[in-house]
């Protein structure tokens, strides 16, 4: 049994998003390429005049990938959930002629080249052999396109009906009419595969030879019923292969393929909506109405789905621009998130399979009973002619209830039964691939650990960083205060300076004059005072601190006292007994 990721219960899931690479073809090859492509496990970057546009997925499959080694990494996850009753999708997205068709059904039969449809049942049927006896299975299969917002049957043989879409409360959305087909081996499947895509619409364009127009659903549904604990499950997977968007520039179309393209575009563009608002985390309304195709969808965009979505693009220079819009669209679906719950069937094909097989037998029964009852007869006579067409008639009704109960029962897989001797090998590559996904995943998870303390250092370093940042803005906002308050000083410093220079200048001025003055003083006082006398006047001069002046002892009334009750009192008439009186106290 393959081991893959433990059951998980009722979960919420990214979508997964996966990038594909086309090769060049010969006639391409021969036109010169320049390189505008480089990809790594999960980084994608894009080149153009310098300017690279960097995107990053679930993983990238560069133009060298297997089908087999794309099946593994997409499908495998997700066909293993399906049979423990969860319900997937599988989408191929891309403008036209990028391999979407390729990726989903590619060449059936041919064990490198098959896509995902074709694949899946190798590895249900393979599952179904390596099960528990205990365990019955009924896979069944759905086959249609969506063509001009019309739907219809692939697998109807009046393919050109137009079938009915429509909703009912506790049913969901459904399609009136489809057939669902009972397969019950790689024979079976492979022929209605091959019936169903020859009857797709196609035309030839300039950018595909043979270009579906459509968008096409496979169904397989898996309903699985234990019989020790009467549980059963039911499992849905849809694979959907879009039309492929294109620029008439490109194609070329003109007249009705003009048309169909412009309604292609018109129906991818609404899908974008319905993706754009489910990863907008303000929108209040969801479009699924405004097409079929995302009406049908409904559950696998953001709804009850493991999803995944594989972006196909060309390795042409010529196709830079619309690689580069499949990766934008692509990089918004990775962001839509699903609720994904475990089916439990009340509507049991398996049970409707059993009870109609218990009718059959019933009538069987009863037909053996009417033939014994005649044999009898005839023994007693001899066989009347209309004795022996009944005979005849009994012994053909019970080969056809016979047969139909032998239809209906190989619709009822056994667990254990062996349904895949041609999956035997298929089924070896699946484990080969599982063996290297397993050693990819411990790698991934070590990996994924070291990113992860890498990316909290990073956020420690980025956080520390920004605070720094933050310091240092301060600190230059207070560095340039600084400088303003200094600058400022300095000029105000050098003004004063310029003040105290000149009053220094003043100053020394005054001072040379006085000094000069002086010299006059003493020159007149030594020319005209004889010494003797300058001696006795000095000694009776002295310093009234008061008045801040010089006196003369004993001098009561003289020029000095007058000049200073002068001063005083200006208006005043000198009273020389006052003045005198003043004098006497001193
Ligand atoms: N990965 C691949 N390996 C080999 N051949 C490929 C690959 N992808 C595409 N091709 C080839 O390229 C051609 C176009 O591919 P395909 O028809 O799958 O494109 P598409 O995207 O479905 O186009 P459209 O939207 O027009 O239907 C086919 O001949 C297909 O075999």
């Known amino acids: 049994m393959l081991e893959f990721q433990d059951v998980k219960t009722d979960t919420i899931e990214n979508v997964r998003v996966f990038i594909r690479v086309r090769p060049l073809r010969d006639e391409e090859k021969t036109v010169i390429n320049k390189e505008v492509i480089q990809t790594d496990s999960n980084v994608i970057n894009l080149t153009k005049q310098g300017v690279v546009k960097s995107f990053k997925f679930t993983k990238i499959f560069d133009s060298d990938s297997s089908q087999i080694e794309l099946y593994s990494h997409v499908a495998v996850p997700i066909v293993e959930r399906v049979l423990q009753g969860y319900n997937g999708t599988v989408f191929a997205y891309g403008q036209s002629g990028t391999g979407k068709t390729y990726t989903m059904i590619g060449d059936v039969g041919d064990a490198d080249r098959q896509g995902i449809i074709p694949n899946i049942f190798s590895h249900i049927f393979a599952q179904i052999t390596l099960a528990d006896q205990d365990n019955s299975y009924a896979v069944t299969v759905t086959y249609l396109e969506i063509y001009n917002e019309e739907i219809r049957d692939l697998l109807s043989d009046a393919p050109d009906k137009k079938l009915t879409l429509r909703e009912k409360p506790g049913l969901g959305v459904y399609i009136t009419e489809l057939l669902g087909f009972a397969v019950d081996s790689l024979e079976a499947v492979t022929e209605i595969l091959v019936k169903g895509n020859k009857r797709r619409t196609t035309s030839s364009t300039k950018l595909n030879d043979v270009s579906s127009r459509s968008h096409a659903i496979f169904t397989v549904s898996v309903e699985t019923k234990n019989k020790l604990t009467n549980k059963t499950t039911f499992g849905k997977l849809n694979l959907v292969d879009l039309a492929g968007s294109e620029r008439a520039s490109k194609s070329q179309a003109t007249g009705d393929r003009l048309r169909e393209a412009g309604k292609i575009n018109l129906s991818l563009s609404v899908l974008g909506n319905v993706i754009s608002a489910l990863v907008d985390g303000k929108a209040t309304h969801i479009p699924y109405r405004n097409s079929k195709l995302t009406r049908l969808l409904q559950d696998s965009l953001g709804g009850n789905s493991l999803t995944a ?39 049991s094909i398996i049970e409707n399979f059993e009870s109609k097989i218990d009718e059959l037998k019933r009538q069987l029964r009863l037909l053996e009973l009417r033939e014994q009852r005649e044999q009898r007869r005839a023994k007693k006579k001899n066989k009347s002619n209309s004795q022996r067409e009944d005979l005849d008639n009994i012994e053909k009704e019970k080969s056809l209830l016979e047969s139909k109960i032998g239809m209906i029962q190989k619709k009822i897989l056994v667990g254990g039964e062996n349904l895949v001797e041609k999956a035997q090998q298929q089924l070896d590559l699946l484990e080969d691939a599982a063996k290297e996904l397993r050693h990819l995943d411990s790698s991934h998870v070590l990996l ?42 300095t000029e105000i410093l050098i003004g004063k300076e310029g003040e105290y220079q000149n009053e220094i200048c003043a100053l020394l001025q005054d001072n040379k004059n006085l000094a000069k003055e002086l010299s006059l003083v003493q020159f007149v006082i030594e020319h005209s005072i004889p010494g003797e006398y300058l001696r006795d006047l000095l000694s009776v001069i002295v310093f009234n601190d008061d008045t801040q002046e010089w006196q003369i002892k004993g001098v009561a009334y003289c020029g000095n006292n007058l000049r200073k009750v002068k001063s005083r009192q200006a208006n005043e008439k000198v009273k020389p007994h006052t003045v005198y009186f003043q004098y006497q106290k001193k």
Request: aromatic share 8%; hydrophobic share 35%.
């Open 309 to 347: 979505l594989i972006a196909t693009i060309s390795p042409r220079y010529h196709d830079y621009e619309e690689s580069v819009y499949t990766l934008m669209y692509a990089d918004r679906v990775k962001h839509i998130q699903n609720h994904v719950k475990l089916n439990v069937e009340n509507n």
């Open 448 to 489: 994924e650990e070291i990113l992860f303390y890498k990316e909290k250092e990073k956020t420690i370093v980025k956080k520390e960083f920004a605070d720094l940042q933050e310091e240092d803005k301060e600190l230059d906002l207070k560095i340039d205060e600084t400088a303003k308050l200094i600058k400022k000083a």
